[in-house]
């Protein structure tokens, strides 16, 4: 399932950077990108297991951009 959220509050490029290559290291995830221009995310991950795998997703950009949430 690959999905699209608005990111709010990402304030530099190489935090966008640095959330995409924790996000695609996540087990279950196929691919990850992290626009900063555009503020958003797309998340392409298993079906069965696609909001466990966003928890963990979030918690990735929290600990590189506490500031920055996720608007699903």
């Not at 691919?31 to 555009?38: C, E, G, K, P």
């Not at 958003?40 to 079906?47: C, E, H, I, Q, R």
């Not at 909001?51 to 951009?65: G, L």
């Given at each position: ?29 196929n ?8 503020q ?8 069965e ?22 608007l699903?």
């Open positions: 399932m690959k999905k699209k959220f608005k990111l709010q509050d990402l304030d530099c490029a190489a935090c966008a950077a640095k959330m995409e290559d924790a996000i695609k290291k996540i087990s279950g995830v691919d990850a990108s992290v626009n900063f221009l555009m958003k995310l797309t998340v392409d991950a298993d079906d297991a696609f909001d466990a795998i966003m928890e963990q997703v979030e918690n990735a950009c929290k600990r590189v951009e506490p500031d920055c949430k996720i699903r």
